[in-house]
Nanobody
Framework: QVQLVESGGGLVQAGGSLRLSCAGSGSRLSLNAMGWYRQSPGKQREMVAVIVRGGTSIYADSVKGRFTISRDNDRNTVYLQMSGLKPEDTAVYYC???????????WGQGTQVTVTV
């Protein structure tokens, strides 16, 4: 069974930066794709960024150029470096894992990111 433990959320002013981390445990296959989704109040959950073990990554258009996803395969840990944060980035960010990038099968508990003006 996959377990995902997130850290790094918090409160930041617009234009600032935050780094999210997520440590996973489970089978190598189940952790092939790791990444982040987010959900704002009243909105559907959306993909933010996902990276596979080989290094290929996918980003939502809304975060391209501002967010960078990376992973440490030896530690089964994925990171999301967020820069140029905007109030519309405010959401609960969920770490995800799965065999393929856009079909997560495991979710973390979520970490709140709040961006103030």
């Amino acid at each position: 069974q996959v377990q995902l433990v997130e850290s790094g959320g918090g409160l930041v002013q617009a234009g600032g930066s935050l780094r999210l981390s997520c440590a996973g445990s489970g089978s190598r296959l189940s952790l092939n794709a790791m990444g982040w989704y987010r959900q704002s109040p009243g909105k559907q959950r959306e993909m933010v960024a996902v990276i596979v073990r080989g290094g290929t990554s996918i980003y939502a258009d809304s975060v391209k150029g501002r967010f960078t996803i990376s992973r440490d395969n030896d530690r089964n840990t994925v990171y999301l470096q967020m820069s140029g944060l905007k109030p519309e980035d405010t959401a609960v960010y969920y770490c995800i894992a799965g065999i393929v990038p856009l079909s997560p099968t495991a979710w973390g508990q979520g970490t709140q990111v709040t961006v103030t003006v």
